[in-house]
């Protein structure tokens, strides 16, 4: 990738990042709102950990997709936790290493979620990490009894990722 | 032309930070951006505009209504919050956190006061969004594409 913009650029003042900085793209960008579920992608690479992420929020579901791929995950995104167990059920996300879910959806929450899966025996050895905009103890201890992997605070940034990947791989 | 377009959009931004519009979870978001995602700002901006302009219309409509179903007017509060959370809009968060609270008091004078705030703070937050969008385009336009 070539860049000569790199030189002409003016750097950035302290609280700026480079990112609103001029830019020359040379590969074709990723969008970072949802992809759709494609049940048999030709480019599937069979090593790639892949994350199923459930929020109904779309500027939640945009963040933690871009949190994901920028640790190297492959990425699907539904908005609900009903949509999630179709997908897993009917075998439509393959080999899915981690779920990672919103407590608090309408329909189905985060935490029936989490139940679910802990009871299907297709799918209980997938590790579910619960996130939540609310500090609740209780909330926090019903779900790791339940037998969730981790439970995050909302905002998600990199490093809570980064740090529960790593246990994870 | 570059140059002055690129101080400006820093002044904007800069002052956003300044005047406690954003925090550092938009910086956060900045630092994510990265050349396989370049746009990935000012997506999750778009999406966090629409999403509220959505919510706002439907805490008005729920407040408009004789009988007000406050655990509903709530849950709409709890939306805007989580997703201003998520984007770095700190003035539009508290304010949010301020209208549960009325919520919870289940008054309807409280939860009209304060939409009103949330409303002005975030048609102004979004006005900004639209300008800082809006520069970063023009100085993008400033240097050809290979």
């Known amino acids: 990738m070539t860049s000569s913009v790199a030189a002409a650029a003016p750097s950035p003042a302290p609280a700026l990042s ?18 759709k579920v494609v049940a048999a992608a030709a480019d599937e690479v069979p090593n790639e950990m892949h994350v199923l992420a459930v929020d109904d929020s779309s500027v939640d579901r945009a963040v933690i997709a871009k949190i994901l791929r920028s640790s190297k995950y492959r990425v699907t ?53 619960i996130m939540s905009s609310e500090n609740v103890p209780n909330r926090i201890s019903r779900c790791l009894e339940e037998g969730a992997e981790d439970f995050l605070l909302k905002p998600v940034r990199p490093s809570d990722v980064s740090r529960l990947c790593s246990r994870i791989r | 032309m570059a140059a ?44 966090f505009c629409d999403d509220g302009e959505r919510i706002i219309g439907e805490l008005a409509r729920e407040l408009d209504k004789p009988n007000v179903d406050f655990d509903r007017v709530d849950s709409f509060a709890h939306q805007l919050k989580g997703s201003s959370a998520s984007v770095g809009a700190q003035k539009v968060k508290n304010t949010c956190i301020q209208f549960r609270e ?11 006061k304060t939409l009103d705030l949330v409303r002005t703070e975030f048609y102004d937050l979004r006005n900004k969004f639209q300008a800082m969008l809006q520069l970063e385009q023009q100085i993008q336009a400033c240097y050809p594409k290979h």
């Open chain 2, 4 to 47: 002055a377009l690129t101080s400006q959009l820093h002044a904007l931004v800069n002052n956003m930070f300044a005047t406690g519009l954003l925090d550092d979870q938009f910086q956060q978001l900045q630092m994510l951006q990265d050349f396989s995602a370049p746009d990935f700002v000012s997506e999750v901006v778009t999406l």
């Open chain 1, 18 to 35: 480079p990112a609103l900085s001029p830019k020359v793209v040379a590969p074709p960008p990723q969008k970072a709102a949802d992809r």
């Open chain 1, 77 to 129: 995104t539904v908005e609900s936790a009903t949509r999630a167990l179709e997908l897993l059920c009917l075998g439509l996300v393959p080999n899915v290493n981690m779920i990672i879910t919103d407590y608090w959806m309408p329909g189905m929450t985060g935490y029936e979620l989490l139940k679910r899966v802990k009871e299907s025996s297709k799918l209980k050895e997938i590790p579910v990490v």
């Open chain 2, 102 to 112: 009325f919520c919870q008091q289940r008054s309807r004078d409280g939860c009209l």
